[in-house]
């Protein structure tokens, strides 16, 4: 919350130095400084700090290499004496600037890093009066936590903080993608750049290398600024809770009470409510009433902020095999990412997340499964004595509304991040420690055993009991999840047992060839696959659970939710990555209710999604140009299969980013205008059309969105300069 001390306003300020002797361009009075100053002086911290020569000279043996600003107790004095500091900030900024030397160059041990320190309290203190009369947020120096990109080329290679690196920026309206490359693998880049297809794209998409940006992951990184329009003084970004996405000018709360503006606040609050969230909402915290520490302030609130329909691909060798089984080799699924919140001190904080993969009773062989892909939680629950039986009703009660949607199995998979890494929210607080592996399972165990209780479930056990008892005898029997662990296990354990099978060498002397299998007239499944598949079961029995939620079900899944997509949050590196890039953290209750504001201002700008008008899909590629039948758009499929009467182009109400994606595919693309590529086909005839076009909306569109990809590269030439240019031309002739 911005601070309530907010008392004088910027207007009575020079009413108040008047008495003070005739600083009258200045906000702080030179007496006002002189006091805080003494303090100073007299704090018997301050002997280092009182000669010139003594602080700002750089220590024999000092940390850091390179030479910084510095400043001294004596230089300040003159200073405040002289009149030269106008405004309260400058002359913290000083004071800052000398105990930053010092922490800079000294060894936090020293003698003079510990006098530092203290009389850094000493001015805290001191100032303090004046920071709350002139309206400042505080007199801190804020730093914010240095944080860890990961490079896109290699799965485990990051970029740690004090390390250069190379960036290329994706926009849309939706997120901005950055793909970050480690100096190395920059290096290491062919020319024509770097290939960012998804998995299940057929051709590639590639990011030209002198596309790249080189940039500076920086050890100690200070909190943005902002300042007020109209009394020009400065704030913390972060203590004023000022989004930049929201409004580019910023206005202090003195001056908005005096100018009686108020602006909009995107609340987690006014996000649109979805039946699932409802629900979640009235049983847990009609749950949580029963705890005497439990109060109406403390209230969760939940939203879904994805409700997304999803496939999951099966690898090769996965596939191949599966498909002998009746597999398609996608497997449709909805991807809901509930957020909770509570309010705290009059603002909404994020604090817990919940990702999970409802699979209908068409998605075998995940058949009317749901899997809990992740958790994410940050410790500023309250009352937190209540923290872990509060997630605990979340969870039942997410499994209660999974029975009532006739689901029958729900896997989970129990596997705490490594240290450092993060599910959901940037940078956790420093106290919060993740769970190990055996906490962690003991964890769900304790909740299932209260859903086995309640009814909620039948039965749980870990994944072996439940191959055992079940008598699997073919992989295709085992669960398959977007980013689960065993897509990989079964994969190498097919391609283990197929090497055998053709070398006729086993991987090991204790092979026995698979009988089983072949008693029950089972088509090949590569031999031993499921004998090493259940090496790797046994090795992670632990931390994998099946729950059995209900019997057989016949009626269909109906899920009560709209369905919509958000690609800001759906993808969890790109989530992630958008927020260390702009420093949304949740270290702290500050964070994270600055965070909070932020992401949720994103979630409120989904904007509609437009529909194929054939056969609904989301993906609209065309649009008729022809002013007879407005808003008439097509998919790709549909265009080619049906056709239209008129001409159709490029659709308006396509995505910057989508449009960029296309727009790099088709440039290299030979297919012509057969192409399967989302946006190929239309951004090629749309290329076609243009040159002869004066203005049509495709057109304005394409210019639009060709500009914007330029300007982001800062390489070509404005487009739109052009297009004015041969638009005047044309109109001349
Ligand atoms: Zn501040
Ligand atoms: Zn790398
Ligand atoms: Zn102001
Ligand atoms: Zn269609
Ligand atoms: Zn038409
Ligand atoms: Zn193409
Ligand atoms: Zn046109």
Sequence with gaps: MPPSRLIINSRNVLDLNQGFGGDYDAEVSRRELMIVWNQLEQDEASAFFRRPGDVTAIPKYSKGPKARESMDLWTIGQKIKEGLYKKLT????????????????????????????????????????????????????????????????????????????????????????????????????????????????????????????????????????????????????????????????????????????????????????????????????????NYAEWTDDDIMHFRLVTNAEKIVQLQPLIKELYSQHGISEVIPYKLKIVLAFQIRDNEPVFFFALNAQEYYQDASPNRRSVYIAYLDSVKIFQPSSLRSTAYHEILLSYLEYCKLAKFETAYIWACPPNPGIDYVFNCH???????????????????????????????????????????????????YFEGDCWPDV????????????????????????????????????????????????????????????????EVPITDRSKTFMCNFIESRDAFLTYCRCHNWEFSTLRHAAYSTKCISFHLHQLEPQFVCDICGSTNVSWQCNDKSCPEFDLCNECYIREGHCHEMLMSTNISYHDFVKGFYHARICSRGMDCGIYLCASIKKQAQHYVTCLQCASCETFVEMKRKLHSANRTRKNEDEEFSRRKRMRQDA
């Design 90 to 289: 400058e002359f913290m900024d000083d004071c800052h600037l000398m105990f930053e030397h010092v922490y800079h160059y000294y060894s936090n041990r020293s003698t003079v890093y510990k006098q530092a320190w203290n009389l850094e309290r000493t001015f805290k203190k001191a100032v303090q009066p004046l920071v709350d009369r002139y309206g400042y947020c505080c007199s801190k120096k804020m730093y914010y936590t240095p944080v860890s990109f990961s490079c896109y080329k290699k799965k485990d290679c990051m970029i740690p903080p004090g390390k250069y690196f190379y960036c290329h920026q994706l926009m849309s309206r939706d997120i901005t993608e950055y793909y970050f490359l480690c100096v190395n693998c920059y290096n290491k880049l062919p020319v024509e750049g770097l290939d960012v297809s998804q998995t299940n794209e057929n051709e590639s998409m590639l990011i030209p290398k002198t596309d790249f940006i080189r940039g500076y992951n920086p050890l100690q990184n200070p909190e943005r600024f902002v300042f007020c329009a109209y009394c020009k003084k400065r704030f913390h970004e972060v203590c004023v809770r000022h989004c930049s996405r929201i409004s580019e000018d910023f206005i202090c709360m003195d001056c908005s009470q005096v100018l009686d503006q108020q602006l909009d606040d995107f609340s987690p609050l006014e996000l649109p409510q979805h039946h699932i969230a409802n629900f979640l909402q009235m049983r847990v915290n009609a749950k949580m009433k």
């Design 429 to 479: 607080p420093t106290e919060q420690k993740t769970p190990g592996k055996k906490l962690l399972r003991n964890w769900y165990s304790t909740m299932l055993d209260k859903a086995v209780e309640r009814k909620i479930v039948q039965r749980y056990c870990n994944i072996l009991e439940k191959v055992t008892s079940d008598d699997v005898r073919s992989p295709h029997e085992l669960p």
């Design 490 to 553: 079964i994969e190498s354990a097919i391609e283990k047992a197929k090497k055998e099978l053709e070398t006729g060498i086993p991987e090991d002397k204790n092979y026995k060839p698979n009988r089983r299998s072949g008693s029950r007239n089972l088509p090949d499944d590569f031999g031993n696959t499921m004998a090493k598949l259940l090496k790797d079961i046994k090795k992670n029995q632990d931390n994998y659970l099946y729950v059995q939620i209900q019997d057989r079900m």
